[in-house]
């Protein structure tokens, strides 16, 4: 981690062998320090290590893209919130919160029906964040999903 922070653009080569590397902890190290690099280089890596079968790796993939304000990525991020892989045994892995808070950084206006549905989430505390960011997006104040549904229909029948 200290040489990509030393060398930012100059190591990419390295991280990129690191990210390639069969040890979990090599590619979330790389993946700690790609937002230093180049920021086009490490959208792209941090989108790819999504799909990594190491849970942590793809938890410092969301925080990269956290980080770099990865705006473009929020379809990508939608898909891995519902995907089988962040969860085990039926139960919600804790990547899907920290991809809930990068969705939230993200939210803007006319995104509300996704978050109203995490409102449905069996994952309880998914809930809060959900709360929040429709209550920055649209400025209201709602504290329950009925509140939310409603606001939604009575948005659709406009």
Known sequence: ??????????????????????EWFMRNAALVVAPYADRTWAIKWARFMLHDKALVVRTAAVQALRHLNATESQGLLWEKLYSSENYRGGESLWVRRHILEALEQFARPGQEAGFISVLNDKDKSLHPIALRTLNKITKENFVSTAEWRAWLQKRQNI
């Open 1 to 22: 981690t200290s040489y990509g922070r030393v060398y930012k653009n100059k190591s990419q080569s390295f991280l990129e062998q690191s990210m390639r590397s069969s």
